[in-house]
């Protein structure tokens, strides 16, 4: 592995893990469904811009549903849950939680592009669930009903991740991946806004 290629691993896994750290201190602020809406939409406001500069065309019409689908799939309700779970869990568990992602992407992608799973391959997975149990028990130890929804409400969204990344694979190898992750980010901000907005008028 070169230098170049170990810094564009590191940096986005920072960018990333970080992500878990502000939604631990801005959920119980602005409460889960707001933190939700202003990760996604401020996130799409500066992609549009910096496409619009960039003289980028993105095509709405043509790939509206997969963006509508992915957004969902991979940003409102994931980003939801992981800021719910923010309020009764350290950033930590959730981080951690959140790396059987590829599991679940595993397995999606066996029932739903029967992608064939190697001695290795399984044998990963399993050692990765083992250790993600190993690594939360002391936490589970604290048996709290907040803690277990919490708990849940992260794997949920990694098993979202997994399910996103098989719907990718399947229905979206011919968007770029530029399109995709504005189209999406833009509609799962819509969504949540309106979602918000409802909540606050029935609130």
């Known amino acids: 592995m070169t230098g170049r290629q170990l810094l564009l691993l590191l940096i986005p896994s920072a960018l990333w893990g970080s992500s878990f750290i502000f939604m631990h201190h801005l959920s119980p602020v602005f409460g889960p469904t707001l933190t939700a809406t202003l990760r996604t939409v401020i996130a799409s406001i500066f992609l549009m811009g910096m496409f619009a500069i960039q003289g980028y065309k993105v095509y709405w019409k ?22 719910y779970a923010a309020l009764y869990i350290p950033s930590s568990l959730s981080v951690i ?73 399947k229905y979206a190898t011919h968007i770029e991946p530029k399109q995709l992750t504005v189209g999406s980010l833009t509609f799962a901000g819509v969504g949540l806004m309106l979602l918000y907005f409802i909540l606050s008028l029935t609130g």
Do not use: H, W
Request: glycine residues 10%; charged residues 10%.
């Open 97 to 169: 939680i959140n790396s059987t992602s590829p599991m679940f992407g595993a397995m999606f992608g066996l029932m739903m592009l029967r992608d064939k799973l190697s001695g290795r391959t399984i044998f990963g997975l399993l050692l990765g669930t083992a250790g993600v149990g190993l690594v939360s028990s002391d936490i589970l130890a604290q048996n709290s009903f907040e803690l277990y929804l919490s708990i849940a409400a992260c794997v949920g969204a990694a098993l979202l991740y997994g399910l996103n990344s098989t719907i990718v694979k």
């Open 62 to 83: 043509r790939d509206y549903k997969l963006f509508i689908l992915i957004g969902i799939t991979n940003s409102a309700i994931p980003f939801s849950l992981y800021a």
